[in-house]
Nanobody
Framework: VQLQASGGGGVQAGGSLRLSCVPS????????MSWYRQAPGKQRELVAG???????RYADAVKGRFTISRDNAKNTVYLQMGSLKPEDTGVYYC???????????WGRGTLVTVSS
């Protein structure tokens, strides 16, 4: 079981990035999927999530700027990030709750750096 996250990088404030997460093994993008982030010196926090029934939820700090979505044909979950701010800087992690295994799995993370 693996979660491969990609799409991070450096961008200037106001810019956009799209993160991708591809699960493998006995998990799929149709499971409950979430993106978390961890800024330097801070705790990991929920950014956005999408349930198996496609209900979405967002942290207040990113509402209106970020969009979580999935493409089941590609078995991929995306986090479209826009109007980025320096405070969005951090390592972004993909998480899945597997109904098959009854537990969470985490990806390794992808670094997003937003410069002012």
């Amino acid at each position: 079981v693996q979660l491969q996250a990609s799409g991070g990088g450096g961008v200037q404030a106001g810019g956009s990035l799209r993160l991708s997460c591809v699960p493998s093994g006995r998990i799929s993008s149709g499971d409950d999927m979430s993106w978390y982030r961890q800024a330097p010196g801070k705790q990991r926090e929920l950014v956005a999530g999408i349930s198996s029934s496609d209900n979405t939820r967002y942290a207040d700090a990113v509402k209106g700027r970020f969009t979580i979505s999935r493409d089941n044909a590609k078995n991929t979950v995306y986090l479209q990030m826009g109007s980025l701010k320096p405070e969005d800087t951090g390592v972004y992690y993909c998480k899945v709750f597997s109904a098959y295994y009854g537990r969470n799995f985490w990806g390794r993370g992808t670094l997003v750096t937003v410069s002012s």
